[in-house]
């Protein structure tokens, strides 16, 4: 069995075949695993440009992040975020958030721990057999974006490659902004409404417990269309926008933009991954109501 794509997904799904007693074979074209619970390592410090936060509800998922609270890999992070709109900023409290002191890809290389991952190497084609690039597997999960899975089908695949082409996403760049000081009003992170470019702000050193001078900026998914081919272009108008926002002082000493082409999926209520007699399935948070990091490793496993 292959599972391609070693983001949350992928990563709960191989870990259930191995466990079922299933030959599994994990890749991801990346460097290392995490998808799209991403981090980037900014003046030595790792900074969340993926997922800003992720949320229990979910029994099974709730052990899980228990183990990992008991291990320090998650902390209890906020209930109450800030809303900023044309009438002001105003406090709303909502479930509790959690983050990682590591870094959210911290704890899909947690669940990755011994599991046979090849990363960089992308899966090519996948055919019917089902086949990846040649060579013959029991099945095939594709644990990815719909777009991406989509441009690696085989037309023959007809009910995995009209999932996969069903699906619609979102772009978002993630703009990490580290300051010479703490100087921004005391809050966790705020929903930006009806902005331009902002549509939300976190304070990532009060996410990760060090108190760290750093903001994560996502903007809107109509700001992130104009600027996917050079997002890095885009950084002087989401710096602008988040000193205005926030009321700083100074700017940012250092900018690093992250291009999410597939950030967000549309809400899809219908099941929670797609499998069929080809012996391809699909896998993600594009398969909930609520797309979220939960979402992604219930429909992995």
Known sequence: MLVAGAGIAGVACAGELLRAGVPVELRDRARVPGGRLASRRLD??????????????????????????????????TDTFDVYGP?????????????????????????????????ERPVRAVRPGPTVDATPYAGVALAMPGPQAAG???????GP??????????????????????????????????????????????RRGDDAPVLVAHTTAEFAAGHLAAPEAAGPAVVSA??????????????????WSFAKPAPAPDGTYHLDDSGVGLAGDAFADRPRVQSAWRSGR
């Open 87 to 119: 009438d002001g900023r105003r406090t709303v409290t909502g479930p509790v958030r959690w983050a990682a002191p590591g870094g959210l890809r911290s704890l899909v290389t947690d669940l990755a721990d011994g599991l046979p991952l090849t990363v």
């Open 152 to 158: 690696l089908l085989d037309p023959a695949l007809a």
């Open 44 to 77: 030595g410090r790792p900074v969340d440009l993926g997922a800003a936060y992720f949320t229990v509800d979910d029994p099974d998922f709730a052990a899980l992040v228990e183990r990992w609270r008991a291990a320090g890999l998650a902390r209890e992070w």
């Open 242 to 259: 988040t000193v205005a926002l926030l009321g700083l002082p100074e700017p940012p000493e250092t900018v690093y933009v992250h291009r």
């Open 161 to 206: 490659a009209r999932v996969a082409a069903a699906q619609r996403w979102s772009p978002v760049l993630a703009v990490a902004l580290r300051f010479p000081a703490r100087r921004w009003p005391d809050f966790h992170g705020a929903f930006v409404n009806e902005h331009p470019v902002l549509a939300l702000v976190c304070d990532d050193g009060d």
